[in-house]
């Protein structure tokens, strides 16, 4: 099935239900106004050039009508191409120019952004604004002008090829920049939809699911799953604890996604045990581990609806599914379990390999390694790249975990030099290549350290003489934006290296880590 057949699914269910609610603009749409709203603004793409398989961006903050315009986009079987709001606009333009965009609707709040992008952009051709009219971009109601859903014309697809057609190019990592752009097909995104609405739905009649996390990024795809349910989006315009509690009760929300960062933002919040969480079946951790004490407070907070999935751009979300009935047994009955990510689901086959390809005995440490469906096809324009990751015939996910005795999966370190920082992952290289642009810094190795409020925040430990640790965060962060600069500087006289030379991160971690089973948060 296509992406947008899985919205069709839930329309079908009950065309008259609430689809999104916008508690910033107060926008509401029925399932059936949405599908009609869809239709049209596909047709005004088709109207204004949109081609099949054209690649179509979305830029701001979240807003109903940003899930309309993704719907629409797949309805003409587009390619969705996610662009980071919290990215440096150097970073934004690189992916853009590497995946050549040519489409992008953006908020008005975003208009300044936008218009550095398109100074750097050469192959955007078409913009929309989607509030209102933004000097010669028209706003989406103009564009849409002397247009109905009756004008939309079905793409052409064969019903077996079409599986290989692609839903978007998704930057790995969740962030642009250097980022590889993963090939998403139907096949792909489909078994992911399939697998998580599997997961989260068949609990209540009545699916309201809120969406505060970026719709630009997991929330998303997470969207589209409950939408498949027949679920009502309520739309929060970004993350805020307490709107978020508030929400949940005003609402009756019963599935909610949040990264793990997001969550212990909830727990520490002065209003916790102020609302009504009792509506809650499905509250989804995705993103990056989640501490195991932390989770088990949230059992005892939120109740029985705490579940956790594991997966990556290349093979999204689902890999391993912790569902809300095991992690809450465990909550009381065994909570070291509560470190484990899951189980892998049925849409995959998971091994645990060692550098050679050999496979790794049960409780020990290995390369995550999958394939399946779920696997996306290739890294954009990378073949060599791609190759790279496909090596023994598996997928290589970088992650190094173990599984225990009951098939439970632990996510112990990372292979690759990544830090997973309020569920956005940053490559360590890319900030090292920042830091020591700077004349007065000689080497630099970059990781990630404990945070409370993050789960993890970048760290940089460098050899320089004659700068300071402001003067380095705030040049990192012009060149690659807040989410990749370091939050601390360490200067040392030189750094460890390993027998082949290399720098001795994990030595240099010991010192923020200790003795800890994983170095990851």
Avoid at 60 to 82: E, H, S
Avoid at 201 to 217: C, E, F, K, N, Y
Avoid at 267 to 289: C, M, N, R, T
Avoid at 307 to 315: L, M
Wanted: charged share 25%; aromatic share 8%; net charge negative.
């Amino acid at each position: 099935m296509r992406a947008i057949d899985y919205f069709d699914r839930g329309h079908d269910r009950d065309p008259s239900r609430l689809a999104i609610i916008d508690t910033e603009t107060g926008l509401k749409l029925t399932f059936a106004e949405t599908k009609a709203l869809s239709e049209r603004i596909a047709a005004a793409l088709q109207k204004h050039g949109f081609e099949n398989q054209d690649l179509l961006g979305l830029y701001g903050p979240n807003d109903g009508m940003l899930l309309v315009v993704l719907l629409a986009m797949w309805r003409a079987n587009g390619k969705w191409i996610p662009v980071n709001t919290r990215n440096a606009i150097d970073a934004n333009a690189g992916y853009i120019n590497y995946v050549r965009l040519k489409w992008l609707v953006y908020h008005s709040s975003k208009a300044d952004e936008v218009q550095q992008i398109k100074d750097l952009c050469p192959t955007l051709q078409h913009f929309v604004c989607l509030d209102k009219r933004m000097g010669d971009d028209p706003s989406l109601e103009e564009f849409m002008a002397g247009t109905s859903e009756a004008d939309f014309v079905e793409p052409e697809i064969d019903a077996f090829a079409n599986l290989m057609d692609m839903v978007g190019i998704f930057p790995t990592g969740g962030t642009t920049g250097p980022s590889k752009g993963a090939n998403v097909t139907n096949l792909g995104w489909g078994t992911m939809i399939e697998t998580a609405a599997d997961g989260m739905g068949g609990r209540t009649d009545s699916p309201v699911a809120l969406v505060s996390a970026p719709i630009t990024h997991a929330a998303g795809p997470i969207a589209l799953s409950t939408l498949s349910l027949g679920a009502t989006q309520v739309i929060l315009p970004g993350f805020d604890a307490e709107d978020v509690l508030r929400t949940i009760a005003a609402y009756k929300v019963t599935h909610m996604y949040l990264p793990p960062t997001a969550m212990y933002q909830c727990l520490a919040s002065p209003e916790i045990g102020q609302h009504d969480y009792s509506s809650l079946k499905i509250f989804i951790l995705v993103g990056s581990p989640c501490s195991p004490e932390k989770l088990r407070q949230a059992v005892e907070i939120f109740g029985p609806c705490m579940c956790q999935a594991y997966g990556q751009v290349e093979c999204p979300m689902i890999v391993a599914w912790f569902p809300p009935e095991d992690v809450a047994k465990f909550a009381y009955e065994a909570p070291e379990k509560l470190a484990a990510c899951g189980k892998p689901t049925r849409s995959i086959k998971v091994t645990l390999m060692d550098d050679d390809g050999n496979h790794v005995a049960q409780g020990e440490a290995g390369e995550i390694c999958v394939r399946g469906a779920l696997v996306t096809h290739s890294y954009f324009e990378k073949p060599e790249e791609t190759a790279e990751i496909r090596k023994f015939g598996w997928h290589h996910t970088g992650d190094v975990g173990k599984f225990d005795k009951d098939g439970y999966l632990y996510i112990v370190d990372r292979k690759k030099d990544m830090v997973v920082s309020g569920g956005f992952n940053v490559f360590t290289a890319e900030v090292e290549a920042a830091v020591t642009e700077l004349g007065a810094v000689r080497e630099a190795c970059v990781f990630g350290i404990p945070h409370e409020k993050w789960g993890e925040q970048v760290h940089a430990v460098v050899v320089a003489d004659g700068i300071t640790e402001a003067e380095i965060i705030a040049h990192t962060k012009e060149r690659l934006g807040g989410v990749k600069a370091p939050k601390s500087v360490e200067f040392i006289d030189a750094i460890p290296r390993t027998a082949a030379g290399k720098m001795d991160k994990k030595e240099l971690r010991k010192k923020y880590w200790g003795d800890a089973q994983r170095m990851v948060n």
